[in-house]
């Protein structure tokens, strides 16, 4: 499965748009783009995943660029609940699930 | 979404004991499950692939005498942590793979300490 990169760690004012970037450059074609979060201390939390076309379900929109070697994960009135570290992952349709070091958002007040 | 939960949430042993947690996908069969290990500050490690009625395929480094996964059913995994030492004390998570969406969904986390 590809590998992925995310910034370490990003804030966001509370009541705005969290935008968390992922770079897959070597993503395959047969490859979806997942995310995850964990709040501290709970098991993660599936967000939403897409293969090429932007998605957005009640949590959460993920826009994947046109060329699939980044995508961005946008949480679009984030809240204090919203703090957590954020998971993305590239795994083709019967991969495992392999977590990276991920973005720790802190929402802020 | 699918709901997978998992006993115990935590719990505390001796040296030398063993424990076992249970993994159980609440709303949905699972072929596959997954068991993850995750220390302070780090990301989760994926320690085996569990797949129901066969032998679980574990990671490399992970020993598979120490760490014992049965999945006995459609709806249950688990592992046991075998002459558990201080070590071993972890949060410990699976997760089951919704066949027919393909997506993993993860339980709340067993919280292992040992003595």
């Known amino acids: 499965d590809a590998k992925t990169t995310q910034p370490p760690s990003m804030d966001c004012a509370e009541g705005r748009a969290a935008n968390l970037p992922c770079n897959h450059s070597t993503i395959s074609g047969n490859e979806y783009v997942y995310w995850y979060r964990q709040i501290h201390s709970q098991g993660p939390q599936y967000i939403i995943h897409g293969l090429k076309n932007n998605e957005t379900n009640e949590m959460a929109s993920l826009i994947i660029t046109e060329d699939r070697k980044s995508s961005t994960l946008i949480l679009p009135h984030a809240t204090l609940r919203d703090t957590a570290v954020y998971y993305c992952i590239v795994r083709a349709g019967q991969g495992k699930v392999i977590f990276g070091p991920g973005t720790s958002l802190s929402v802020i007040p | 979404g699918a709901v997978v939960s998992q006993h115990p949430s935590r719990v505390i042993c001796k040296s030398g004991t063993s424990v076992k947690i249970e993994c159980r996908s609440l709303?949905?069969?699972?072929?596959?499950m997954f068991w993850y290990r995750q220390f302070p500050k780090q990301s989760l490690m994926l320690m085996a692939t569990s797949n129901e009625g066969s032998k679980a395929t574990y990671e490399q480094g992970v020993e598979k005498d120490k760490f014992l996964i049965n999945h006995a059913s459609l709806t249950l995994s688990t592992l046991t942590v075998t002459s558990a030492h201080p070590e071993d004390s972890s949060f410990y998570i699976c997760?089951?793979?919704?066949?027919?969406?393909?997506?993993?969904?993860f339980g709340p986390g067993t919280r292992l300490t040992v003595l």
């Open positions: 709303d949905f069969q699972a072929t596959t």
């Open positions: 997760s089951a793979r919704v066949t027919e969406w393909d997506t993993q969904y």
